[in-house]
């Protein structure tokens, strides 16, 4: 549960990009997060929520070196922003036109970037964030590639593989222990990660739902799918047979998440989020 401690005010309108936003794990034990981070066209606004001695910031996404920027320098298109753990240290990481970011926990000074491009490809973006055994970091991008990426100093990254893993773009990216969950707008894989390779466990659908996967969430063993349908599907790591399927929404679910160990909480275009308890779903299906 959050606690109010002061009134927070923001100083820019929120952009309406669908997912937008990101939380940074706090390390209060009373406090979930303390970091918002939201992002517009071409740039992220950073706001402490609980410290009133940390500054906002304005972090803008250019093309070069974020500390040499000139005037002409492009900005890119964001796509994603998340704060991830890798090798015990937090990082900020944002995803746009420009490629890979990474920055340090606080988002104040840029330590890795990487175009993500294929060659003569000038139109790339890229989506898709996730972290694997601890240090690894996967990113997804239109072509339906995966670049892999893996921490090998104080602040350096190197890229170890690229997975040719969708033939659509990526859109949604998830991970798991040493396991990837990977979807685009069409279908849905389940990949094991060893040392540099990646290989396809199984498929994952569902016969007779034949919609687009929206949100998705790998966490506990279980897998969570959203669809534009409004419905959404629990999968298990170690069942394959296993798959609980509910309608939850009347529209298109935009984002979902584990608000506790068997609650699930989803978020549709029907203006309603929803809370369900999943063992009381498994009882139900049985």
């Not at 609980?244 to 160990?261: C, E, M, N």
């Amino acid at each position: 549960m959050y606690v109010s401690k002061s009134s927070l005010s923001l100083a820019t309108s929120a952009s309406p990009i669908p997912g937008n936003l990101a939380l940074r794990e706090s390390q209060d034990d009373d406090v979930l997060s303390d970091t918002l981070a939201v992002f517009h066209d071409s740039y992220v606004n950073v706001i402490p929520i609980t410290s009133t001695t940390r500054r906002s910031k304005y972090v803008p996404i250019f093309k070069g070196d974020q500390q040499k920027q000139q005037q002409h320098d492009e900005k890119g298109t964001i796509k994603q922003v998340r704060w991830v753990e890798l090798a015990g240290k937090y990082y900020f990481v944002a995803l746009s036109t420009n490629g890979l970011h990474i920055y340090d926990d606080e988002a104040s000074n840029l330590v890795y970037r990487h175009a993500c491009r294929e060659t003569g490809d000038e139109n790339s973006y890229n989506i898709g964030i996730c972290t694997l055994k601890g240090d690894v970091l996967c990113v997804g991008t239109h072509l339906g590639t995966v670049w892999i990426f893996k921490v090998v100093g104080d602040d350096d990254f190197k890229v170890v593989n690229r997975v040719y893993a969708h033939d659509e773009a990526v859109t949604l990216l998830e991970g798991y222990g040493n396991f990837m969950a990977s979807s685009s707008e069409f279908i849905t894989y389940l990949w094991s990660f060893n040392d540099r390779a990646f290989d396809i466990i199984r498929k994952i659908d569902v016969h007779g739902l034949h919609s687009t996967p929206s949100a998705l969430r790998f966490k506990f063993g279980l897998i969570v799918l959203g669809y534009a349908s409004g419905e959404f599907c629990i999968f298990d790591l170690n069942d394959e047979s296993f798959c609980l399927r509910t309608v939850a929404h009347k529209l298109k679910i935009t984002a979902l998440d584990f608000a506790a160990t068997f609650k699930i909480v989803t978020v549709s275009n029907d203006c309603y989020i929803k809370l369900f308890k999943y063992e009381q779903l498994a009882q139900n299906v049985r």
